[in-house]
Nanobody, 126 residues
Framework: AQVVKEFGGGSVQTGGSLRLSCVTS????????IGWFRQPPGKEREGVAHIKIETDRTTYADSVKGRFTISQDNAKNTVYLQMNDLKPEDTAVYYCATGGSVWRDYEFQPSWYNYWGQGTQVTVSS
């Protein structure tokens, strides 16, 4: 069964906001790290934001720093990605992934993650 699910994608205009949710269940709940990745049209998948579950340490890609915020609600087994000041270049399919013992400076390498959601589309129009 799917153990990682994303919610909250949609279409907004430049400058708008969206909040994505990542809900984990089953074996994915034992993960120590949650990462948000995205794949723009015609481009490679890239890391966006990361959170260390136990410490709340966060990591952001330079392209979203200051605009996106990752947070968690352990009671709900949910990680959020608040996206503000959205730009057309943010258009992508966004994926949530869980992993264990992700090292510093490796937060955005997909091979460190074990379980992935189905993706949710974010479209930003200019």
């Amino acid at each position: 069964a799917q153990v990682v699910k994303e919610f909250g994608g949609g279409s907004v205009q430049t400058g708008g906001s969206l909040r994505l949710s990542c809900v984990t269940s089953g074996i994915a709940r034992s993960s120590t790290d949650i990462g948000w990745f995205r794949q723009p049209p015609g481009k490679e998948r890239e890391g966006v934001a990361h959170i260390k579950i136990e410490t709340d340490r966060t990591t952001y890609a330079d392209s979203v720093k200051g605009r996106f915020t990752i947070s968690q609600d352990n009671a709900k087994n949910t990680v959020y990605l608040q996206m503000n000041d959205l730009k057309p270049e943010d258009t992508a399919v966004y994926y949530c992934a869980t992993g264990g013992s992700v090292w510093r400076d490796y937060e955005f390498q997909p091979s460190w993650y074990n379980y992935w959601g189905q993706g949710t589309q974010v479209t930003v129009s200019s």
